[in-house]
């Protein structure tokens, strides 16, 4: 049906669909576009990373002055279970610095920031 429609605009319909990238394709953008991160071209580009959301849980009261919320301190973080991940936009640059940083204080992402 599409090469009719093609044909009836006095289009040449396209005889093969185009090449896939293959494995060995893949491998080379990856490898050039890991040089690119490296030597710092792309330091502007934006994109997203997952980090962890360590907020202290807290729940909803209602009092006589009305709806009250009450935080929870719990030791270390708290529960395993309680941590939740959330997604930030920032430059290259900035997960670079933020990597390292988290990388040598251990420190959760949203102590940095």
């Known amino acids: ?4 429609a093609m044909e009836a605009f006095g289009m040449e319909p396209p005889e093969q669909q185009p ?3 293959n494995d060995e394709d893949w491998a080379r ?7 690119q991160v490296e030597s710092g071209d792309r330091d ?3 994109i997203e990373i997952e980090v962890d959301d360590v907020s202290s849980p807290f729940f909803q009261v209602f009092s006589p002055q009305g709806m009250e919320e009450m935080g929870i301190d719990l030791p ?3 529960p395993p279970g309680m ?3 959330t997604t930030r936009r920032v430059t290259i640059r900035i997960e670079r ?5 988290m990388d040598s204080n251990h420190m959760p992402f949203s102590k940095l920031v």
């Open 1 to 4: 049906m599409m090469r009719q």
């Open 19 to 21: 090449e896939q990238p």
């Open 29 to 35: 953008r990856d490898r050039r576009t890991k040089e």
């Open 44 to 46: 502007k580009e934006t």
């Open 76 to 78: 270390f973080g708290g």
């Open 83 to 85: 941590k939740t991940k």
């Open 97 to 101: 610095l933020i990597s390292r940083a």
